[in-house]
């Protein structure tokens, strides 16, 4: 992508000339606003909720001001490139697009386009149509609405990588992995700091969880190795005694959308026993508390692509990681939805990359370890302050899901090109002309 910040920005104002406004706003915080109000207040909470008093997601934001870019002057910028290699692809940018899970909640308002019942096929598959056109990586979720196999369909010959939550049963976590390769994704991005959900006070205010009532576990009832376990649950479950418990119509709701989700007519679902032991199995079996690094190496035996770990906030972490056989870091704090009072991720960049850097001088020879970095990102000068601290690349989040809320794949794709336009206008003001060239060297201090 050769200048877009020029691209982008002189197309917004050529429309203005005639009354236009961008698509989305392109102030982050009037994003945001817009998204709030436009989405349900159990959307908005869980997309837009952290843990606790919300202070580690604060943290991520602040964090950005403690690290301050200097302007450079009388440097030939006059054309600018925003592309890069990651595991061996070349990129049109160092963005890709981060794992969200539920994303069907991001467009349940849209009633325009079918409302609750259409959500799941207007979220990943309006995410993929964007990413297609802009040429970046899409992170597919494991809490995702949509199988994988239709989002790779919509993405075509774009690229993309699974981000695995690893769960209690070996056979849906092989099963996971296999679909993904098959699927044509190019890199197995594996979770750590979700074994166990983190005291997201936004949800538990509503006792809100989207997967109690079958949101966003689409790739688990479109899977194999979870649908046998589905039908052992219900062989097993003994039968139903009587009840003079009247159901709420919470209950009702809860249990219309579990029989939505299920695969098959949504009446003859409410009538049998599989969508509600699908819930219930999918929350016993969501994640495993008792991995160490060692486990690594059963993944690494079950498939050739490269595996990342997403979480890392130690520079011990990430030796651990590769020694154990990561062939990738991602730091992450999983946005401030974990830890309340977490250090800032971006405050744990610098320490891990110097300590991956240190461990891959080791052997040279070796293919370069990526580090990337998510948690915070917002804007174009935040993916450059990212890039100055060393990450190769950002996964960018609720921005694009905001953006995804307000206008669909057309919203996706302008927070994005948002956030690329102003990475390129601030590499020319820091009179860096590609990706390549930014390093500690354009920060202050």
Not at 30 to 38: K, Y
Not at 169 to 193: K, M, N, P, Q, Y
Not at 203 to 208: F, M, S, T, W
Request: aromatic share 6%.
């Amino acid at each position: 992508m050769r200048n877009i910040g020029r691209t982008v920005q002189s197309s917004i104002y050529r429309s203005g000339v005639y009354g236009h406004r961008p698509v989305v706003p392109t102030s982050p915080d009037a994003l945001a606003d817009a998204a709030r109000r436009r989405m349900s207040r159990t959307a908005w909470s869980y997309v837009a909720g952290g843990a606790g008093a919300q202070r580690t997601v604060e943290a991520n934001r602040e964090a950005f001001g403690r690290y301050r870019i200097v302007p450079r002057q009388m440097v030939d910028v006059g054309q600018r490139s925003l592309t890069t290699t990651l595991l061996g692809r070349e990129l049109p940018a160092p963005v890709l697009f981060g794992p969200v899970g539920a994303l069907e909640l991001a467009v349940q308002h849209q009633r325009g386009r079918g409302g609750r019942g259409a959500a799941p096929r207007n979220a990943e598959p309006a995410l993929a149509r964007a990413a297609r056109d802009l040429g970046l990586p899409v992170v597919i979720s494991s809490q995702a609405s949509t199988p994988m196999e239709d989002t790779a369909a919509t993405l075509g010959d774009s690229p993309r990588w699974f981000q695995l939550y690893w769960s209690s049963d070996d056979a849906l976590v092989e099963s996971f992995v296999t679909r993904a390769e098959a699927s044509g994704c190019e890199a197995i991005v594996v979770t750590l700091d979700t074994h166990v959900l983190g005291w997201r006070t936004m949800d538990l205010d509503l006792g809100y969880l989207p997967f109690a009532r079958a949101e966003g576990i689409a790739q688990y009832l479109s899977d194999p190795a979870f649908q046998k376990l589905v039908e052992e649950r219900v062989r097993a479950a003994t039968p139903p005694g009587t009840t003079s418990a009247r159901p709420t119509i919470a209950a009702v709701r809860s249990l219309l959308s579990m029989a939505a989700h299920h695969p098959g007519p949504t009446l003859r679902n409410l009538t049998q026993p599989y969508a509600r032991a699908a819930v219930e199995t999918f929350l016993d079996v969501f994640s495993r508390s008792t991995l160490t690094w060692a486990d690594l190496a059963w993944l690494r035996e079950r498939t050739t692509l490269p595996v990342l770990v997403k979480g890392i906030q130690h520079p011990d972490d990430a030796r651990a990681a590769l020694d154990h056989g990561a062939d990738g870091i991602i730091v992450s704090n999983h946005g401030g939805r974990q830890v309340d009072n977490a250090v800032a991720s971006l405050d744990t960049l610098g320490p891990v990359v110097d300590a991956v850097r240190a461990h891959s001088g080791a052997d040279p020879a070796g293919p370069p370890v990526p580090v990337l970095f998510d948690s915070g990102i917002r804007t174009g000068a935040d993916v450059f302050t990212a890039l100055a601290l060393g990450a190769d690349a950002v996964l960018l989040g609720r921005p694009w899901v905001y953006g995804l809320a307000l206008a669909g794949a057309d919203g996706v794709r302008a927070v994005t090109e948002h956030v690329l336009a102003e990475l390129d206008l601030t590499m020319a003001l820091a009179g860096v002309a590609e990706t390549g060239q930014i390093g500690r060297h354009n920060l202050a201090g």
